[in-house]
C-alpha cells in the first residue's frame, strides 16, 4: 500500500510518538509511507524510508487547507498514493477534500478528548471510512461527533530496551520525573506549586518543552527550587530517564490514551497520576489516582512516596498491545478501505 499520514506538526507528544513508530513498523512490512506535516524537531526521528512533505497542514484557515487538498490529491494521483490517514482535525478536513479529489479513501484517529466542541467541527471524521479512537474514553466522549463510526486500537508501544531499576542504591534522593509537552492541561504547574511543601531530599528533573516553559522556569527561581528542580527540554530518549527515576508524576487534565503513562506501566515504573476517564483506563482501579489540580492530595502523595518509596497506583499493563498487535489492526482497516472504497 502507498500509505499518506498527516499530522498538525512534528514537535515532541504522544501523537508524534505514535507516528514514529507505526510508520516504521509499515516500512518495515514494505509499505510506501509518506508523511504530510508542518515539520518539527522530531522529522530527524523517522525512518530513512519514510518520505517527508513539509506542508501547512495546521493552519486552522480553510483557505490554506483547501491549497492543502488540492496539492495533496495532485501529489496522490501522480504517484498513486492510495490511502489518507489524518490525525487531529485540521488534517480531517485537508483529508477530505484531498480524498474527494484524488478518488482514495481516508481514515482519522481520533487521539484526544475534547469538551465542549461542536459536533460540526468533527464532520470529516463522520465522512471517514473508519475513525480509530485510542481509547473508550476517547469514543465515549466524543460519540456525538463521531456517529459511532469508530473502533478503538490501543496504542501498541515498542519493547523498551530495558526496565524499570530506579536510582542507584547507594542514591538517597527521592528522584521524582515528568515527562511531556509543558502546557497547562498536562498539569505541571500544579507540581511546581506543591514542592516546597515537601520535606526529606527529592529533585524533580524535567523533559520536554512547549508554551508555558519561560514561566515554569520562573517559578521555579521565585520559589528558590533551581537546586533542586531541572529543565532538560525535548529529549529522544525518555525511556533511559523513566529506567533511572524513583517515580514518573502524571498530573494531567486531559488525555486521549497517554503515550508516556502507557510505557512507564510497561516498564514497571512507579507512577503517581490523575484520575481522569483514559488513565482509568489503564487501571486495574482508581485506588491511588487523584484529582487533577487538587494541590493537597499531590502534595500528600509525594511525602508519602518520599517517606515509603511507594505508590498506591496500580495499572494493567496486559491491556496495552505489541505495536505489531497494534499495525496488523490498523493494517486490516486500510485493506478493506481499499476493497470496499467506491467513487
Given at each position: ?8 506538526e512534528l ?12 510508520t ?11 508523511i504530510i506535516?508542518?515539520?518539527g524537531?522530531?522529522?530527524s ?5 519514510v ?19 488540492q496539492?495533496?490529491a495532485?501529489r496522490?494521483k501522480?504517484?498513486?498514493?492510495n ?21 482514495i479513501?481516508?481514515?482519522?484517529t481520533g ?5 465542549n466542541?461542536s ?14 479512537c ?5 469514543e465515549?466522549?466524543m460519540?456525538?461527533?463521531f ?11 515498542t ?22 509537552r509543558?502546557?497547562k ?5 500544579d507540581?511546581i506549586?506543591?514542592?516546597p511543601?515537601?520535606q ?5 528533573d524535567?523533559l ?5 516553559m ?34 514518573l508524576?502524571?498530573?494531567?487534565y ?8 502507557a510505557r ?14 483514559p ?7 482508581d485506588e ?13 502523595a509525594?511525602q508519602f512516596f ?5 505508590t498506591?497506583?496500580?495499572?494493567d499493563?496486559?491491556?496495552i ?23
Open positions: 500500500m502507498k500509505i499518506i499520514e498527516l499530522v498538525p514537535q515532541e507528544g504522544g501523537v508524534e510518538r505514535h507516528l514514529l513508530w507505526m516504521e513498523k509499515l516500512v518495515e512490512r514494505g509499505h510506501e509511507v509518506l506535516s508542518a515539520g524537531k522530531m522529522t526521528l523517522f525512518h530513512s524510508q518520505k517527508q512533505w513539509i506542508l501547512p497542514v495546521h493552519k486552522k484557515n480553510p483557505l490554506t487547507a483547501w491549497s492543502c487538498a496539492k495533496i495532485d496522490a501522480l504517484e498513486g498514493w490511502i489518507l490517514h489524518a490525525h487531529s482535525r485540521v488534517p480531517a478536513w485537508i483529508a477530505m477534500w484531498a480524498s474527494k479529489k484524488a478518488n479513501p481516508y481514515i482519522v487521539h484526544v478528548l475534547f469538551g466542541k459536533p460540526w467541527i468533527y464532520y470529516p471524521y463522520r465522512k471517514a471510512f473508519k475513525v480509530i485510542v481509547s473508550h474514553a476517547v465515549d466522549g460519540v456525538s461527533c456517529s459511532g463510526n469508530t473502533q478503538v486500537i490501543h496504542n501498541g508501544l519493547e523498551p530496551p530495558f526496565y524499570w531499576k530506579g536510582p542507584d542504591s547507594e542514591d538517597v534522593t527521592t528522584r521524582f520525573l515528568f515527562v511531556g509543558l502546557s492541561v498536562k498539569g505541571i504547574q507540581i506549586e506543591v514542592l511543601r515537601l526529606g531530599s527529592w529533585s524533580l524535567v520536554g518543552d512547549g508554551p508555558i519561560e514561566e515554569l522556569k520562573n517559578r521555579v527561581k521565585d520559589l528558590d527550587l533551581e537546586d533542586r528542580v531541572t529543565f532538560y527540554g525535548f529529549r529522544d530518549d525518555p525511556d533511559y530517564w523513566m529506567q533511572r527515576c524513583s517515580c508524576l502524571f498530573p494531567s486531559g488525555e486521549g490514551m497517554p503515550l508516556t503513562l512507564a506501566i510497561q516498564m514497571k515504573v512507579p507512577v503517581i497520576a490523575s484520575n481522569i476517564l488513565v482509568r483506563e489503564l487501571a486495574k482501579s491511588g489516582l487523584l484529582p487533577p489540580g487538587n494541590l493537597h492530595a499531590w502534595s500528600n509525594l518520599i517517606n515509603t518509596k511507594k498506591i497506583c496500580k495499572f499493563p496486559d491491556i498491545p505489541t505495536l505489531d498487535q497494534m499495525t496488523d489492526t490498523v493494517e486490516t482497516i486500510y485493506r478493506k478501505a481499499l476493497m470496499t472504497y467506491t467513487v
